[in-house]
């Protein structure tokens, strides 16, 4: 899996209703996520600024996304509160520079 990670900044005052609409995430698109190969998503805020981070099965997967129709009407409703660029997120690169995987905490399991 690779791993991938953006930020986006946010227009004043746009941070609850941009939470509100990804609360409200249409099923057509969380289904065009998975088809362009993106096995996960998780963001973070520090207002104004969101961090997406993402697991995806191959490179080309965010650009599908974003090439599809229904992220271009979705990317339309978020032109008043962030960035939009030809349809597509004006979106901040963030380079992986470190990466820790441990086992299961001590104590963890369930004891048989």
Sequence with gaps: MIRRAFT?????????E??????????????????SGIASMTSFESDPIVFI???IHDEEAWERLWNSEVHYRWAELFENLIDIVDGKPS??????IFHLETGPAEGSMDPQ
């Design 8 to 16: 986006l900044t946010l227009k004043p005052g746009a941070l609850v």
């Design 18 to 35: 941009y939470k509100h609409r990804h609360d409200n995430i249409w099923p057509e698109l969380v289904e065009e996520i998975e088809r």
């Design 91 to 96: 979106a901040g690169e963030v380079r992986e």
């Design 53 to 55: 981070y993402s697991e």
